[in-house]
């Protein structure tokens, strides 16, 4: 009977069989306009995933507009002269597709998932709203009261979230980071329409965007299909984003929210480097795989230490994103087990960090972690949204869509030595900030509010 040496090389001789099995080689080019254009072949099903990727988002935003990327979000639904308001939508529902839209902090996309012979039409729908978009004051009115409902519904009303606001506005002090994607409640009651006019037409160009395409599709029929829709479109001149970089900080920062909740919250973030503008190559795949040790399924320590251990949290968390245009947080959260606090939980989360710092990890547990990360991309795979996904982030935080398919070898490659000298580099208290939710009673004959996680600094249409 055949038996794999170690879970970790089965799963790395899984994941090589899968890249050649599902993904094709990412074929590129640019437009004239400076459109560029990646396409990844995926024949498992007659399905094409159409994504358009602008490399604006809230960390582009500044003192008075913040918001403003959502807000026009929202509104690029709101018609042209040739598709009038709702029409959009419409089409690509009558032709059996469906479509949406996100932003985040460096980036705003659009999508639509189709039946691969009907791409043309998203082609020709979005083409025509990067240069062609109406922005009506009356569709603006109503749209400017679904933003301001959003964010009570899945901010105002949602402790945790309120916490996570609060949370990054300490812990980033110049950064935009320090900003909520879909901006501050004064200035979303102040944002008019000349400002959405004025971003868009800055910020709204095909050398401006990436266009990502992933499903059954040739990529050179893409690229006629692209330059036949999108190729006369004028570019703009770009100016670069002013410099935001994070002032150095110089010790330990705190906050405590208290607003109506059930259960208190925990929230911990140290400033570390991400694959963009990391002095070392290595750290930030060093600092994925650290995640995985604390958070990388049931077997992983926090859930084994805290949760089932010494039964100290009902909940506990680690995460970290390398793929950000500026440097970001390693965060750990938690929920506090019913008679323990949260200085109990922190100074056990603590005492986690300490033991990545002093003791080297094993290699049996390495093995098993590396494995568990490599197994998440393969199932990433099933999906071809996410494929999209992986290429159009990357190529918007400025990576190149390349970096993905260095993912596997980087992650094999770190060693426990190098997970040591990350956790004393950049797990340190001058690096640290720390944040509480403090339950106040809920008001009687009110609904409870939900204490849901943080939406993670994204919010979809």
Same mark, same amino acid.
């Given at each position: 009977?055949?038996?794999?040496?170690?879970?970790?090389?089965?799963?790395?001789?899984?994941?090589?069989?899968?890249?050649?099995?599902?993904?094709?080689?990412?074929?590129?080019?640019?437009?004239?306009?400076?459109?560029?254009?990646?396409?990844?072949?995926?024949?498992?099903?007659?399905?094409?995933?159409?994504?358009?990727?602008?490399?604006?988002?809230?960390?582009?935003?500044?003192?008075?507009?913040?918001?403003?990327?959502?807000?026009?979000?929202?509104?690029?639904?709101?018609?042209?002269?040739?598709?009038?308001?709702?029409?959009?939508?419409?089409?690509?529902? !009558?032709? +059996?597709?469906? =479509?949406?839209?996100?932003?985040?902090?460096?980036?705003?996309? @659009? $999508?639509?998932? %189709?039946?691969? #012979?009907?791409?043309?039409?998203?082609?020709?729908?979005?083409?025509?709203?990067?240069?062609?978009?109406?922005?009506?004051?009356?569709?603006?009115?109503?749209?400017?009261?679904?933003?301001?409902?959003?964010?009570?519904?899945?901010?105002?009303?949602?402790?945790?979230?309120?916490?996570?606001?609060?949370?990054?506005?300490?812990?980033?002090?110049?950064?935009?980071?320090?900003?909520?994607?879909?901006?501050?409640?004064?200035?979303?009651?102040?944002?008019?329409?000349?400002?959405?006019?004025?971003?868009?037409?800055?910020?709204?160009?095909?050398?401006?965007?990436?266009?990502? !395409?992933? +499903?059954?599709? =040739?990529?050179?029929?893409?690229?006629?299909?692209?330059?036949? @829709? $999108?190729?006369? %479109?004028?570019? #703009?001149?770009?100016?670069?984003?002013?410099?935001?970089?994070?002032?150095?900080?110089?010790?330990?920062?705190?906050?405590?929210?208290?607003?109506?909740?059930?259960?208190?919250?925990?929230?911990?973030?140290?400033?570390?480097?991400?694959?963009?503008?990391?002095?070392?190559?290595?750290?930030?795949?060093?600092?994925?795989?650290?995640?995985?040790?604390?958070?990388?399924?049931?077997?992983?320590?926090?859930?084994?230490?805290?949760?089932?251990?010494?039964?100290?949290?009902?909940?506990?968390?680690?995460?970290?994103?390398?793929?950000?245009?500026?440097?970001?947080?390693?965060?750990?959260? +938690?929920?506090?087990?019913?008679?323990?606090?949260?200085?109990?939980?922190?100074?056990?989360?603590?005492?986690?960090?300490?033991?990545?710092?002093?003791?080297?990890?094993?290699?049996?547990?390495?093995?098993?972690?590396?494995?568990?990360?490599?197994?998440?991309?393969?199932?990433?795979?099933?999906?071809?949204?996410?494929?999209?996904?992986?290429?159009?982030?990357?190529?918007?935080?400025?990576?190149?869509?390349?970096?993905?398919?260095?993912?596997?070898?980087?992650?094999?490659?770190?060693?426990?030595?190098?997970?040591?000298?990350?956790?004393?580099?950049?797990?340190?208290?001058?690096?640290?900030?720390?944040?509480?939710?403090?339950?106040?009673?809920?008001?009687?004959?009110?609904?409870?509010?939900?204490?849901?996680?943080?939406?993670?600094?994204?919010?979809?249409?």
């Amino acid at each position: 009977m055949f038996k794999p040496r170690s879970l970790y090389w089965f799963v790395s001789l899984v994941l090589s069989f899968d890249a050649g099995a599902v993904a094709a080689p990412v074929a590129e080019t640019v437009l004239g306009n400076g459109l560029k254009i990646v396409v990844q072949e995926d024949h498992r099903s007659p399905v094409v995933v159409s994504q358009v990727w602008y490399k604006v988002g809230a960390s582009y935003e500044y003192g008075g507009v913040t918001g403003v990327s959502h807000m026009l979000e929202h509104m690029m639904f709101k018609g042209t002269q040739k598709h009038p308001p709702g029409e959009f939508s419409r089409i690509i529902s !009558v032709n +059996g597709g469906s =479509e949406n839209a996100f932003t985040g902090q460096d980036y705003t996309a @659009y $999508f639509q998932t %189709l039946e691969r #012979s009907r791409l043309a039409i998203s082609f020709e729908l979005e083409a025509d709203r990067m240069r062609n978009l109406r922005l009506l004051s009356e569709e603006y009115a109503k749209e400017h009261q679904v933003v301001l409902e959003e964010r009570r519904m899945r901010t105002d009303d949602q402790p945790r979230a309120r916490l996570a606001e609060h949370f990054d506005a300490l812990a980033y002090f110049n950064s935009p980071y320090h900003n909520p994607v879909i901006g501050w409640p004064d200035d979303i009651g102040g944002l008019a329409l000349d400002d959405l006019s004025g971003w868009y037409k800055q910020w709204y160009a095909p050398n401006n965007a990436t266009l990502v !395409v992933v +499903g059954d599709v =040739e990529p050179r029929a893409v690229f006629a299909l692209a330059k036949k @829709y $999108f190729g006369a %479109l004028k570019p #703009s001149k770009l100016l670069p984003a002013k410099p935001q970089g994070e002032v150095e900080q110089l010790g330990e920062r705190r906050i405590t929210v208290k607003v109506p909740a059930k259960l208190p919250f925990l929230v911990m973030g140290y400033k570390v480097p991400v694959l963009k503008g990391a002095s070392e190559a290595w750290e930030p795949y060093a600092i994925e795989v650290l995640a995985g040790i604390l958070d990388g399924g049931n077997s992983a320590r926090l859930a084994t230490h805290l949760v089932r251990g010494r039964q100290l949290a009902s909940s506990v968390s680690a995460g970290y994103d390398p793929y950000s245009r500026l440097p970001s947080l390693f965060s750990l959260e +938690g929920t506090a087990a019913e008679g323990k606090s949260l200085p109990e939980l922190e100074k056990a989360l603590l005492e986690e960090v300490r033991q990545l710092q002093e003791t080297p990890v094993s290699q049996e547990e390495l093995d098993r972690v590396k494995a568990q990360v490599l197994a998440g991309k393969v199932f990433e795979r099933d999906s071809i949204f996410y494929q999209a996904m992986q290429l159009g982030v990357a190529e918007t935080v400025g990576l190149g869509w390349q970096v993905i398919d260095q993912y596997v070898d980087k992650v094999n490659a770190v060693t426990a030595d190098q997970i040591r000298q990350v956790a004393k580099k950049y797990l340190i208290p001058d690096r640290l900030s720390v944040g509480y939710l403090e339950p106040l009673p809920i008001p009687e004959g009110s609904a409870a509010p939900e204490d849901s996680a943080p939406l993670g600094g994204q919010h979809v249409r």
